[in-house]
């Protein structure tokens, strides 16, 4: 027993990670948190079927749900990188309390109808979008790296056993006293998390620098996510494979409701079916890891998951579907968490929260987007009919984007490292003062200059990844081998902060640039800003 227990616990185990006791509380946070957010997603489903018989209402739910991540994520992503991240996280919780019970208030007095449900869960789903990103950001923060998919393998193994636990205690709630009293329950489950976060001993960064400015933040976490190719593989394939699996989410309670003939017990056995594979499945993935790469593993599991799906509606019973929406929960987890581990790794910390934002806006707006088509399509056609084009148009995108795999781009160091000097001034320089324009020269062997050219373009992509403005590179027409390049930053902070983003991969690209200059001495580096004009 002790050796089992070891196994699963130990230096390398999956349940490694709940050795950390920050980790650990946090875990049990965000589990609490699912359990509610399944909790909100069950009640407003099942409520709709009783306020309308309109499958795309009913469908829309899911989409009022996702939507606000979407609509909110960069915009969320930037204030959870700049303000204290703890206070953030209670103020969300807060949020979300205040939302259920209104939701309870509204449900009580007879004042719910079907499109002031979807209002409530649209502002409910504006809470989820402004916690996603904190949790994403600082869980790399409270393990070692070595823990890292462990932990985001129990972040996903909590939000499936949410998908047990929420929609079994909603479904027995409704079926005992009403939605109502769901509502009621997340409220007090909300107040109690933000509790277990306010004991959160956080220390948050206190920068030298002034903070960044909001829109300035945003176009920083959306030009460094552009100019990844890494992200931009892995944004692709999350929109198209959550835009084709969320079609037997959004649709589970008109299959059980109409295709099984059954209640609220059927909808919510599919449903912890479907978590509990997800759960097998998750403390299974460190071992499948060591002999699948991701980019297989994702492929592999996008074939399971739509077969599956497809089987799951073409089932004439219901003992015949349970097991395969096992199989569903098990493939939907294999992929989701290959993406959400390839994504954090793929970020430094100082933008993970926008980043991640910005990957979870791709996912909930293919889940969105995917919620009202399936949706349609069930309302004109029959949601048979709907699950299979779905199931099929899984199948045609794999195969259409078959050679974007995500490890065909490296996965760069990011360890935070600060070889640059930083420049002695003559004068003292206002942070605001700007925009600044940085260049530096170099002379390069005449055959090397295509080479330089190549490591120049790699360059360009990390200097906007930094916050640049812009980047340019200039050949001088009368010396060959002599080349300026040019890059702007916002203000003399912006460019101070490119000190503390600097990178081991940063590093191995500027010995790379240098090692083809020809002098003795390093490129020379002219720093100059905008001249404030008198009329």
């Known amino acids: 027993m002790k050796a089992y227990l070891t196994r699963f616990i130990g230096q390398n185990g999956w349940l490694s990670p709940l050795r950390f006791d920050t980790f650990r509380a946090l875990w049990l946070t965000w589990l609490i948190a699912n359990i509610c957010m399944w909790m909100n997603d069950v009640a407003a489903a099942w409520t709709m079927t009783s306020l309308t018989t309109s499958t795309t209402l009913i469908a829309l739910v899911q989409t009022a749900s996702s939507l606000p991540v979407l609509l909110l994520g960069v915009p969320s992503g930037a204030i959870a990188d700049i303000v204290n991240r703890k206070h953030y996280f209670v103020f969300t919780q807060i949020w979300l309390a205040i939302n259920a019970t209104v939701l309870m208030l509204c449900l009580t007095i007879g004042t719910l109808g079907p499109y002031s449900l979807l209002l409530l869960t649209f502002t409910n789903g504006i809470g989820l979008a402004?916690?996603?990103?904190?949790?994403?950001?600082?869980?790399?923060?409270?393990?070692?790296?070595?823990?890292?998919?462990?932990?985001?393998?129990?972040?996903?193994?909590?939000?499936?056993?949410?998908?047990?636990?929420?929609?079994?205690?909603?479904?027995?709630?409704?079926?005992?006293?009403?939605?109502?009293?769901?509502?009621?329950?997340?409220?007090?489950?909300?107040?109690?998390?933000?509790?277990?976060?306010?004991?959160?001993?956080?220390?948050?960064?206190?920068?030298?620098?002034?903070?960044?400015?909001?829109?300035?933040?945003?176009?920083?976490?959306?030009?460094?996510?552009?100019?990844?190719?890494?992200?931009?593989?892995?944004?692709?394939?999350?929109?198209?494979?959550?835009?084709?699996?969320?079609?037997?989410?959004a649709l589970l309670p008109v299959i059980a409701k109409d295709h099984f003939e059954g209640g609220a017990n059927t909808f919510t056995l599919l449903l912890s079916c479907l978590g509990l594979g997800a759960i097998i499945a998750g403390s299974q993935l460190p071992h499948i890891r060591k002999r699948i790469k991701s980019s297989d593993l994702i492929n592999y599991g996008v074939v399971i998951l739509c077969i599956a799906c497809a089987g799951v509606v073409l089932s004439p019973k219901?003992?015949?579907?349970?097991?395969?929406?096992?199989?569903?929960?098990?493939?939907?987890?294999?992929?989701?968490?290959?993406?959400t581990t390839a994504a954090q790794l793929t970020l430094p910390g100082w933008v993970r929260a926008r980043g991640m934002s910005i990957y979870q806006m791709s996912l909930m707006g293919g889940s969105a987007l995917g919620a009202g088509i399936w949706g349609k399509l069930a309302s004109e056609l029959d949601v048979t009919s709907s699950i299979l084009m779905s199931s099929a148009f899984g199948l045609v995108s794999l195969f259409l984007i078959r050679h974007l795999r995500i490890d065909k781009h490296?996965?760069?160091?990011?360890?935070?490292?600060?070889?640059?000097?930083?420049?002695?001034?003559?004068?003292?320089?206002?942070?605001?003062?700007?925009?600044?324009?940085?260049?530096?020269?170099?002379?390069?062997?005449?055959?090397?200059?295509?080479?330089?050219?190549?490591?120049?373009?790699?360059?360009?992509?990390?200097?906007?990844?930094?916050?640049?403005?812009?980047?340019?590179?200039?050949?001088?027409?009368?010396?060959?081998?002599?080349?300026?390049?040019?890059?702007?930053f916002e203000t003399w902070a912006d460019y101070l902060r490119r000190f503390d983003r600097f990178t081991a991969e940063d590093l191995a690209m500027q010995e790379e640039r240098h090692r083809h200059h020809l002098d003795t001495h390093p490129p020379k580096v002219t720093r100059r800003i905008a001249a404030q004009l008198k009329d």
């Open 318 to 339: 219901l003992w015949i579907a349970a097991p395969l929406m096992m199989i569903c929960g098990a493939a939907w987890i294999a992929v989701a968490n290959s993406l």
């Open 130 to 249: 402004m916690r996603w990103p904190i949790f994403a950001a600082v869980v790399p923060d409270l393990v070692p790296k070595d823990s890292l998919q462990p932990a985001l393998a129990l972040n996903a193994i909590a939000m499936n056993t949410s998908r047990i636990v929420g929609p079994l205690a909603a479904g027995s709630i409704i079926a005992i006293a009403g939605s109502q009293y769901v509502f009621a329950l997340n409220m007090v489950l909300s107040l109690i998390t933000t509790a277990i976060v306010m004991r959160w001993q956080y220390q948050n960064y206190v920068p030298t620098l002034p903070g960044e400015r909001f829109l300035g933040a945003m176009r920083v976490g959306m030009q460094h996510v552009w100019q990844s190719n890494r992200m931009r593989v892995i944004l692709l394939r999350a929109f198209l494979f959550f835009f084709q699996s969320t079609g037997l989410i």
């Open 410 to 488: 490296a996965i760069e160091d990011l360890t935070p490292v600060c070889p640059l000097e930083r420049p002695h001034l003559s004068k003292d320089i206002e942070l605001r003062s700007g925009p600044v324009l940085i260049s530096i020269e170099y002379c390069i062997h005449k055959d090397h200059l295509d080479e330089f050219k190549k490591i120049m373009g790699h360059t360009r992509k990390s200097r906007l990844r930094q916050g640049a403005l812009s980047w340019s590179l200039f050949e001088d027409a009368e010396h060959v081998g002599k080349f300026i390049e040019n890059f702007i």
